[in-house]
């Protein structure tokens, strides 16, 4: 199984702030990697698919990059909509597995 | 719009199965693969396996197998995940999710989720 670890596990930010979150896989995954965000008590939505493709409807301040092992979530000035957990995962094989998720906390 | 509709919250006792059901609507249901994802009180997200709407096929996490059986029924459109022999580590909201169509296999529409409480 291919493991995914994130880091750091949580992080307080202050609105207008930028954040990076990383997320490394134990083999190359090219870059079937994506990242979701989740709010207390909803589903999870994707943000960045393909490791830097934006789904639509994402505001451009999140940005993807990365391929092989070592990818980066990038939010540019940090909304308050925005403090949430997001969570990377591999969709290069099964199990589809996530990272631990990066918990953003208001500072 | 793509909508994933689930079953509703389920009390359980150690041992009991539960089948969760996950009706969807506004796409070609034969056309997406569909996922089961859980995630229990205050933790992360953990795949649970597959099914192809289309053939049936499933793959499966290995920390399921033997005790998850995922089903669809393609004339409404609704996919089954049931789990059996539960016990209390089982409690988690299930939730079903699709894959999107294309090469990047990423998860596009998810469902409200099922809140499944395994409790004496």
């Known amino acids: 199984d291919i493991q995914m670890t994130q880091s750091p596990s949580s992080l307080s930010a202050s609105v207008g702030d930028r954040v990076t979150i990383t997320c490394r896989a134990s083999?190359?995954?090219?870059?079937?990697l994506n990242w979701y965000q989740q709010k207390p008590g909803k589903a999870p939505k994707v943000l960045i698919f393909?490791?830097?493709s934006l789904q639509s409807g994402v505001p451009s301040r999140f940005s993807g990059s990365g391929s092989g092992t070592d990818f980066t979530l990038t939010i540019n000035s940090l909304q308050a909509e925005d403090f949430a957990t997001y969570y990377c995962?591999?969709?290069?094989?099964?199990?589809?597995?996530f990272g631990q998720g990066t918990k953003v906390e208001i500072k | 719009q793509v909508q994933l509709v689930q079953s509703g919250a389920e009390v359980k006792k150690p041992g009991d199965s539960v089948k969760v059901s996950c009706k969807t609507s506004?796409?070609?249901?034969?056309?997406?693969?569909i996922h089961w994802v859980r995630q229990a009180p205050g933790q992360g997200l953990e795949w649970m396996g597959i099914?192809?709407?289309?053939?049936?096929?499933?793959d499966y996490a290995q920390k399921f197998q033997g005790r998850v059986t995922m089903t669809r029924v393609t004339s409404t459109s609704t996919v089954y995940m049931e789990l059996s022999s539960l016990r209390s580590e089982d409690t988690a909201v299930y939730y079903c999710?699709?894959?999107?169509?294309?090469?990047?296999?990423?998860?596009?529409?998810w469902g409200q989720g099922t809140l499944v409480t395994v409790s004496s």
């Open positions: 999710v699709r894959e999107e169509r294309g090469p990047q296999h990423y998860f596009d529409y």
């Open positions: 506004g796409y070609t249901f034969t056309s997406n693969y």
């Open positions: 099914i192809n709407s289309s053939g049936g096929n499933t």
């Open positions: 083999q190359s995954i090219n870059s079937y």
């Open positions: 393909a490791a830097s």
């Open positions: 995962q591999q969709s290069y094989s099964t199990p589809r597995t």
